[in-house]
């Protein structure tokens, strides 16, 4: 069986680290391409035109958003999926005016600024000195690079709000989050596995919002575990 991967704003397939290694000892790996697209409807139909007629799926924050939509468009060809780090509504105000700070900030040359602003939100309080995962964050937004970004920034600041079909997901689905994930909530991922049919969390302890990388060993049995259950 094949496994897709997708993957969040400002992170490349390195994001994946461990849990794409633990996955290709049973499956195929497909790294789903999110960078060429500035809507999330797009992205989905990029990956659904790529992908195997059947697949699992595996959607990490942003990615999660692309997940949505692909069982939007083509639920049928999702066996089993995974949603990480990720949430069902779409932007607030709050949320969108955040959204327009990264803007102006790349607007004005200060691109590089815009991960230094996320690293507290991205990875547990302990580890905001920590140089080895830090390079990593700073790494994978310097690959990303400030055209691509705002790419992002639009599709994720006009997705739907993925609430209202959460009760149509057939396929069996994981919710796994980092508890001091400081984007998305314990409420959030409440509200998923509310809607979504015999949808199960897993919690991972002392981690924020990269639980790939801050826990990848934890991340990768969960999701060789899940992926390799059926």
Known sequence: MTVV?????????????????ALKTRHDVVLADHIQDDTIAGMAQRLLATAPDRFDLAGQAMGGFVAFEVLRQAPERVRRLALLSTLAPNDGPAQTERRMGYIRLVEAGKFAEVAEERI???VHPARREDAPLLDIVRGMAGDTGAETFLRQQRAI??????????????????????????????AHQAEIVAGVPGARLEVIEDCGHLTTLEKPATTARLLATWFGAA
């Open 5 to 21: 991967l997708v993957t969040g704003q400002l992170m490349t397939h390195a994001a994946w680290g461990d849990s794409a290694e």
């Open 120 to 122: 507290p939100i991205l």
């Open 157 to 186: 600041m006009s997705r739907a709000d993925s609430r209202p079909g959460l009760g149509q997901i057939a396929c069996p689905t994981l919710v796994i989050w980092g508890r001091q994930d400081g984007i998305t909530t314990e």
